[in-house]
């Protein structure tokens, strides 16, 4: 059955609303004011309902129109959301990037790339933080396209790695933690006293990580690294931080360097999976080997 609604007439209706006279939405539309009141009459005779109540000095909508008008701007974003769907697949660049990151990389780090994105491609950029195994999960179950996080010294098969730099980590704890009054030396016997503050894995199918984790060790557990810094800023427990992310609270005067421990390093490394290739997932890749810096 053929619906006398049409796009134009939903069209119409949205400018008459937001105008709020038949003139200026004819205005806006380069229409002459009777060719709309002629469609309008035309949808209310087709449909057999009052869309307009004409009583007054000014035309309002009925409540069968304002229904037409709610539901029909659903109907035209719907309708522009799938216009412009098909013109960025039509030239080769993907709807949706979904770009995951091991939580310890600031997000900050991947702006400039979805701002420079944005100058050339309408693609929807979604930033995924993931922690541990989380990580390549999200890579091997298609959860993410691109993923940027610490090597693993087994790689999948089906995957492509290239190497962006490394990151440091320090072991820190609030400035007046009782860890900082200690004696001696710093070895795991003396570390498993302290609670440890971690982030929990994001794996869903996979078995969870843990790093630096002693098995007889108070542990309290986060989900994202901002929370991570709160708890160890407040005085919960000790645990390593990126030295970028640390440095800044350390000048702060809200967190301390632990004495006896060790700076660790490790690669960092961007990956994707070979078999799905567009045009914004190969821009990415690019942009980030080239300009890739820690902020």
Request: hydrophobic residues 40%; neutral net charge; proline residues 3%.
């Amino acid at each position: 059955m053929h619906s006398p609604i049409t796009l134009e007439a939903l069209y119409i209706l949205d400018a008459i609303e937001r105008r709020g006279s038949f003139a200026a939405a004819a205005h806006e539309l380069n229409r002459a004011p009777s060719s709309l009141s002629y469609q309008i009459q035309k949808l209310e005779q087709e449909l057999d309902i009052i869309i307009f109540d004409r009583s007054g000095h000014k035309a309002n909508f009925t409540d069968s129109g304002r229904l037409l008008l709610d539901q029909g701007r659903l109907i035209l974003s719907a309708t522009d959301k799938l216009v412009n769907d098909a013109t960025v697949l039509a030239n080769g660049w993907e709807l949706d990037l979904t770009i995951a990151y091991d939580g310890i990389i600031p997000v900050n780090n991947f702006f400039p790339m979805v701002s420079s994105l944005g100058d050339i491609s309408k693609t929807r950029v979604r930033l995924q933080e993931e922690i541990l195994a989380g990580c390549w999960e999200s890579l091997a179950t298609d959860r993410a396209d691109l993923l940027i996080c610490p090597r693993l010294d087994t790689l999948p098969h089906d995957v492509k790695v290239e190497t962006l730099g490394s990151i440091s980590f320090v072991w820190v704890a609030a400035t007046e933690h009782y860890v900082h009054k200690r004696r001696g030396v710093f070895d795991e016997e003396a570390r498993q006293k302290y609670r440890i503050i971690a982030i929990s894995d994001t794996a869903r199918e996979q078995p969870p990580l843990s790093v630096n984790i002693l098995h007889k060790q108070p542990r309290m557990t986060v989900t994202t690294m901002a929370a991570k810094c709160e708890a160890l800023i407040d005085g919960l427990g000790i645990g390593t931080l990126p030295k970028q992310v640390a440095d800044a609270y350390i000048a702060q005067g809200k967190l301390r360097l632990i004495d006896g421990t060790d700076m660790t390093t490790s690669e960092l490394v961007l990956a994707w999976r070979r078999n799905k290739m567009g045009e914004a997932k190969s821009w990415c890749i690019q942009y980030l080997k080239k300009h890739w810096k820690m902020i």
